[in-house]
């Protein structure tokens, strides 16, 4: 059972990590682009090249924190009926608990907030701990010395693992069962 939550958390990891950076990215190179045509077309040399790429930096982790919730969402249909090392996750109907075959993001949403709500828990608790260990140990005024987007992805993939494993417990529409 251990081996499946890991294959499961490992596939959602990659799904979110891919769909949230390269729709971040995508963002934030149509925002720089905007910004460029915005200022006449500049031609591009050192320090326009520069500028260019101090804007993308700017945005990208504005946009990330953006694309991650909708990465987040859109996450959560794959990881049900996928057979992984004998077992799966499968979605039931509100009323008769019948398997949802295929599944749709309408079919998700009382299952997404539940999830959601669990990240945003097990994130909180892990910002608590982080926080106390920065205090103790480090030299750090304020959480906002080092907490961002980068910190925030890393604290939700930790979460995501957990959260599997708690997912079939507290919501009664998801099981595991064997295949």
Do not use: H
């Amino acid at each position: 059972m251990t081996k499946f939550y890991l294959f499961l958390w490992l596939r959602w990891c990659l799904r979110i990590f891919a769909c949230s950076v390269i729709l971040a990215t995508l963002a934030s190179v149509l925002i720089t682009a905007y910004v460029y045509i915005n200022q006449n077309l500049p031609a591009l040399n050192k320090e326009v090249v520069e500028a260019l790429f101090e804007v993308f930096k700017f945005w990208f982790p504005i946009t990330w924190s953006l694309t991650l919730l909708l990465a987040l969402f859109r996450s959560l249909k794959y990881i049900f009926n996928s057979c992984l090392n004998g077992y799966k996750l499968e979605l039931l109907t509100c009323k008769e608990d019948e398997v949802i075959e295929v599944i749709g993001y309408g079919d998700l949403l009382k299952v997404w907030r539940r999830w959601f709500m669990l990240i945003i828990w097990l994130v909180g608790t892990q910002m608590v701990v982080a926080l106390m260990f920065t205090n103790v140990f480090t030299s750090f005024n304020s959480v906002f010395d080092w907490f961002d987007i980068y910190f925030l992805f890393a604290f939700v993939l930790v979460s995501g693992y957990l959260s599997f494993i708690l997912l079939a417990g507290r919501c009664k529409r998801v099981k595991v069962s064997s295949c």
